[in-house]
T-cell receptor, first 113, second 111 residues
Framework: NAGVTQTPKFQVLKTGQSMTLQCAQD?????MSWYRQDPGMGLRLIHY???????DQGEVPNGYNVSRSTTEDFPLRLLSAAPSQTSVYFC????????????FGPGTRLTVL | SQQGEEDPQALSIQEGENATMNCSYK?????LQWYRQNSGRGLVHLIL?????REKHSGRLRVTLDTSKKSSSLLITASRAADTASYFC???????????FGKGTRLHILP
């Protein structure tokens, strides 16, 4: 199993550009989530999904969109990148409520100029 | 504001000593987890303790949970250089699907 994979590893954007961060898992996990990590702030939940076709907002959802058309994939879209979105983004997955052990991807380091 | 808050923010100890980190949270929870993050890497799950459990062990790790005080502690015994990392607690609030992380404790093991 590859576990949780994220692409790209690094990305530089200009203000106003849009892009999609990819996340995929091959463990048949129902629960997937996106976090951003900033220095001194720990991990903050952006969006999460409890299954295909179901998404919900986390702590810091503004400026981001997600969709979950398949169990395996959970892409994160930045609609119009801002310097405040410079961060490291982590995707995670787990079997679901009651089986909460999360498996994390390696992260995407995003810089918005 | 974040659900979990780790204490201390940073901790330096000598190799071989025990390291204790604490986590306080705000609302009732279903479970609490501890994760480790080595510099620049993704998080790795260490241990999960459910709200009806008071103590759990895994190797050199001991986790306690006090739901009346809304707090948990992570004890790492006989620390090693490889334990140098950031440690995070994560909680699932009762009745919620979200898993929320704290800001973490940076642990540095001195040779």
């Amino acid at each position: 199993n590859a576990g949780v994979t994220q692409t790209p590893k690094f990305q530089v954007l200009k203000t106003g550009q849009s892009m999609t961060l990819q996340c995929a898992q091959d463990m048949n996990h129902e629960y997937m989530s996106w976090y951003r990590q900033d220095p001194g702030m720990g991990l903050r939940l952006i969006h999460y999904s409890v299954g295909a076709g179901i998404t919900d907002q986390g702590e810091v959802p503004n400026g981001y969109n997600v969709s979950r058309s398949t169990t395996e994939d959970f892409p994160l879209r930045l609609l119009s990148a801002a310097p405040s979105q410079t961060s490291v983004y982590f995707c995670a997955s787990s079997h679901g409520v009651g089986r909460d052990t999360q498996y994390f991807g390696p992260g995407t380091r995003l810089t918005v100029l | 504001s974040q659900q979990g808050e780790e204490d201390p923010q940073a901790l330096s100890i000598q190799e071989g000593e025990n390291a204790t980190m604490n986590c306080s949270y705000k609302t009732s929870i279903n479970n609490l987890q501890w994760y480790r993050q080595n510099s620049g890497r993704g998080l790795v799950h260490l241990i999960l303790i459910r709200s009806n459990e008071r103590e759990k062990h895994s190797g050199r790790l001991r986790v306690t949970l006090d739901t009346s005080k809304k707090s948990s502690s992570l004890l790492i015994t006989a620390s090693r250089a490889a334990d140098t990392a950031s440690y995070f607690c994560a909680t699932r609030p009762r009745g919620d699907d979200k898993i929320i992380f704290g800001k973490g404790t940076r642990l540095h093991i001195l040779p």
